[in-house]
């Protein structure tokens, strides 16, 4: 049913994320798991600080994109890593569109607090997304 | 009125200008130093201790060396206070959740308590922080910058033995040396600007200039508190709690130590028996709520912030 599947993680809930999209997966399947550095930081932050802060998340990133490649280590799974830097929802909207994925699976990671002081991109990707949205239940 | 709106207004201009030229002054300084020929390792370490530090760095030596040395002893001091109970506290309570790891609270988190200590110590026995004292912090700064070097290099040997070396080679022009100036001088004119508003207005609203100078750290902490902040929100939690620690300890062995060696500096009896301990109340604070579970959850966060309010208002209204 779905032959292109984009998954999409900051490194939490994996194995949950892993679970929902191995269930989706009836035969061959193209999984794409992106990775987004979020690159935007407030006007008074150092430069320093903004290239050091862009280098951490780029290797939590790598680390992130290596340990969900294992978890679909599975004959008839053609997995693909996708890095990309900028604004998280918009990034994902564009790969979606871009990659003509028949599905986007993503967690909806945070609880209402936390919804409502740091945003959420989930929120931001339904509005805009170019196809169906598989939102797997991982608050707390 | 008028004369008010426009000190708050330079002020803020100021701080923006000094905040900015530090940036530029401490990357153009990397680029210098990496054409040099001196280690990378050693300017990473480096900039990134000093690069959120030199507004408050700046504004406590210009206040100190020209006479209005509370408020340069209020602004380290008020600043190492905000960088734990407000920018921490505000940072967990955005995030929900701060971790850190035991080897970094072991090093800074101790070399934090120790400045604290150290500088209060001080301040109780003799009153006023003296040549001696200053050369005794310079010498302690000197040692922890060793010890972050020391470990940043390991932990660089254990990145190149399995990954290959990026070999950089840049050449120093003039445009970079030109920064830097620029940079410096900014950051001059803006600190001589910041102490002037700082002073003028502390006398408009009637307030000690070391009040001034804790209410001043405000502003010169920004950088602080933009660094703090997004690492949180990102996940950077080491990157987090580094920046609070690696400011407090530069604040007070730098930004109070390099003065002291030019000039005395007098302290008031308030910030010795009041700001200087809650200080150190609130360094031991922020290692024991960590320590708990190598956290800090939103809760905790809230503990923090309201912390300092209390020691805010008090100072305000009983000890103003």
Same mark, same amino acid.
């Given at each position: 049913?779905?032959?292109?599947?984009?998954?999409?993680?900051?490194?939490?809930?994996?194995?949950?994320?892993?679970?929902?999209?191995?269930?989706?997966?009836?035969?061959?399947?193209?999984?794409?798991?992106?990775?987004?550095?979020?690159?935007?930081?407030? #006007?008074?932050?150092?430069?320093?600080?903004?290239?050091?802060?862009?280098?951490?998340?780029?290797?939590?990133?790598?680390?992130?994109?290596?340990?969900?490649?294992?978890?679909?280590?599975?004959?008839?799974?053609?997995?693909?890593?996708?890095?990309?830097?900028?604004?998280?929802?918009?990034?994902?909207?564009?790969?979606?569109?871009?990659?003509?994925?028949?599905?986007?699976?993503?967690?909806?990671?945070?609880? @209402? !607090?936390?919804?409502?002081?740091?945003?959420?991109?989930?929120?931001?990707?339904?509005?805009?997304?170019?196809?169906?949205?598989?939102?797997?239940?991982?608050?707390? | 009125?008028?004369?008010? #709106?426009?000190?708050? $207004?330079?002020?803020?201009?100021?701080?923006?200008?000094?905040?900015?030229?530090?940036?530029?002054?401490?990357?153009?300084?990397?680029?210098?130093?990496?054409?040099?020929?001196?280690?990378?390792?050693?300017?990473?370490?480096?900039?990134?201790?000093?690069?959120?530090?030199?507004?408050?760095?700046?504004?406590?030596?210009?206040?100190?060396?020209?006479?209005?040395?509370?408020?340069? !002893?209020?602004?380290?001091?008020?600043?190492?206070?905000?960088?734990?109970?407000?920018?921490?506290?505000?940072?967990?309570?955005?995030?929900?959740?701060?971790?850190?790891?035991?080897?970094?609270?072991?090093?800074?988190?101790?070399?934090?308590?120790?400045?604290?200590?150290?500088?209060?110590?001080?301040?109780?026995?003799?009153?006023?922080?003296?040549?001696?004292?200053?050369?005794?912090?310079?010498?302690?700064?000197?040692?922890?910058?060793?010890?972050?070097?020391?470990?940043?290099?390991?932990?660089?040997?254990?990145?190149?033995?399995?990954?290959?070396?990026?070999?950089?080679?840049?050449?120093?022009?003039?445009?970079?040396?030109?920064?830097?100036?620029?940079?410096?001088?900014?950051?001059?004119?803006?600190?001589?600007?910041?102490?002037?508003?700082?002073?003028?207005?502390?006398?408009?609203?009637?307030?000690?200039?070391?009040?001034?100078?804790?209410?001043?750290?405000?502003?010169?902490?920004?950088?602080?508190?933009?660094?703090?902040?997004?690492?949180?929100?990102?996940?950077?939690?080491?990157?987090?709690?580094?920046?609070?620690?690696?400011?407090?300890?530069?604040?007070?062995?730098?930004? =109070?130590?390099?003065?002291? $060696?030019?000039?005395?500096?007098?302290?008031?009896?308030?910030? @010795?028996?009041?700001?200087?301990? !809650?200080?150190?109340?609130?360094?031991?604070?922020?290692?024991?709520?960590?320590?708990?579970?190598?956290? $800090?959850?939103?809760?905790?966060?809230?503990?923090? !912030?309201?912390?300092?309010?209390?020691?805010?208002?008090?100072? =305000?209204?009983?000890?103003?």
């Amino acid at each position: 049913m779905y032959d292109k599947i984009l998954l999409t993680t900051m490194g939490e809930y994996m194995d949950e994320i892993i679970e929902h999209t191995l269930n989706l997966i009836q035969g061959e399947a193209e999984v794409i798991c992106i990775y987004i550095v979020e690159t935007s930081v407030p #006007f008074l932050t150092p430069k320093k600080v903004k290239e050091m802060m862009i280098d951490e998340l780029t290797a939590k990133g790598k680390d992130i994109l290596e340990d969900m490649s294992k978890g679909f280590d599975k004959p008839g799974i053609n997995f693909r890593k996708l890095m990309v830097k900028g604004n998280p929802a918009d990034e994902i909207v564009k790969a979606a569109t871009d990659e003509e994925v028949d599905v986007i699976v993503m967690g909806t990671g945070k609880s @209402i !607090v936390d919804k409502h002081l740091l945003g959420s991109v989930s929120e931001k990707v339904v509005h805009s997304a170019p196809c169906t949205i598989l939102l797997v239940r991982t608050a707390n | 009125m008028f004369e008010l #709106f426009i000190l708050i $207004l330079a002020l803020i201009i100021s701080l923006i200008i000094v905040i900015k030229a530090a940036d530029v002054f401490v990357d153009s300084i990397v680029e210098i130093g990496l054409a040099l020929g001196i280690s990378e390792i050693i300017l990473g370490v480096t900039a990134s201790a000093v690069g959120t530090s030199l507004p408050e760095f700046g504004s406590a030596m210009i206040a100190i060396l020209t006479g209005s040395p509370d408020v340069g !002893v209020g602004c380290a001091i008020g600043a190492n206070i905000w960088n734990i109970a407000g920018i921490l506290g505000v940072s967990a309570i955005f995030a929900g959740l701060i971790t850190t790891k035991m080897e970094e609270v072991r090093r800074d988190g101790s070399m934090a308590f120790l400045t604290t200590l150290t500088i209060t110590v001080a301040l109780l026995l003799m009153g006023e922080i003296s040549f001696v004292v200053g050369i005794i912090l310079i010498i302690m700064y000197v040692v922890y910058l060793w010890i972050l070097i020391r470990a940043q290099k390991s932990s660089k040997d254990r990145e190149i033995e399995c990954c290959e070396v990026d070999e950089k080679n840049r050449d120093l022009n003039k445009k970079t040396i030109l920064m830097a100036v620029l940079g410096l001088v900014g950051l001059a004119i803006g600190c001589r600007a910041i102490v002037y508003c700082t002073v003028e207005l502390s006398v408009m609203a009637s307030i000690p200039e070391v009040l001034a100078g804790i209410l001043l750290a405000f502003g010169t902490t920004a950088p602080e508190f933009f660094t703090v902040l997004t690492s949180a929100k990102k996940g950077l939690n080491s990157l987090a709690i580094g920046t609070v620690f690696g400011s407090n300890i530069f604040n007070i062995l730098i930004g =109070l130590g390099i003065p002291s $060696l030019l000039v005395t500096i007098p302290v008031e009896p308030i910030t @010795i028996y009041f700001d200087a301990p !809650v200080m150190v109340f609130m360094t031991l604070l922020l290692l024991f709520l960590i320590k708990r579970g190598m956290k $800090l959850t939103r809760v905790e966060g809230i503990i923090l !912030v309201a912390s300092y309010i209390i020691y805010i208002v008090t100072r =305000l209204t009983i000890f103003s």
